[in-house]
């Protein structure tokens, strides 16, 4: 039994192109390994068997978890390229964890403008006032880092937390 090395069909015996993807069928055809997880459908009458490959190992692409949390590495950067790379634009979990990743980056950076006009307006009304608010923005983007890293940690878990109103925008435009 021969399986194309592209995407993993069964290849007829002497064909010269694969079925399944349409590239040309390679002169020593791939037998699938027993420890890749298979499912197997066979038709009514049993005559006609197909092998489906979990799309996962059958080409480079990274596990989900992995690509989930990498989604949130340079944040909006890493998140688009994630919504638009051909195996993980389809999966639901990485999707999403992308969406999160750039709506979280685009709110920090808006909180750290704001912040920014804030401590600008403070220090012109009085000077002394901007002692106080340097530490308390210290310890709000540490948070926000650590809060970054959590993100991260859960999605390498295989774990879908939503933030409280980004994480719902995130999931209705991943659907």
Request: hydrophobic share 55%.
């Amino acid at each position: 039994m021969a399986f194309c090395a592209n995407c993993g069909a069964q290849v007829t015996d002497g064909a010269a192109f694969c079925a399944g993807c349409g590239k040309p069928a390679s002169g020593s055809p791939q037998a699938v390994p027993m420890t890749q997880p298979l499912s197997v459908s066979a038709s009514a009458a049993g005559a006609q068997s197909t092998v489906a490959i979990n799309s996962q190992t059958a080409g480079t692409a990274m596990a989900p978890n992995l690509a989930g949390a990498l989604a949130y590495i340079l944040g909006f950067i890493t998140g688009i390229l994630f919504l638009v790379l051909e195996p993980y634009k389809r999966d639901r979990f990485v999707r999403f964890h992308a969406m999160q990743s750039i709506l979280y980056s685009a709110a920090g950076i808006v909180f750290k403008i704001g912040w920014s006009i804030l401590v600008s307006a403070v220090v012109d009304v009085a000077g002394w006032a901007s002692l106080a608010l340097v530490p308390v923005g210290l310890v709000i983007s540490l948070g926000l880092f650590l809060f970054w890293l959590f993100l991260m940690y859960l999605a390498y878990n295989n774990r879908q937390f939503r933030i409280p109103i980004i994480g719902a925008i995130a999931a209705k435009q991943v659907g």
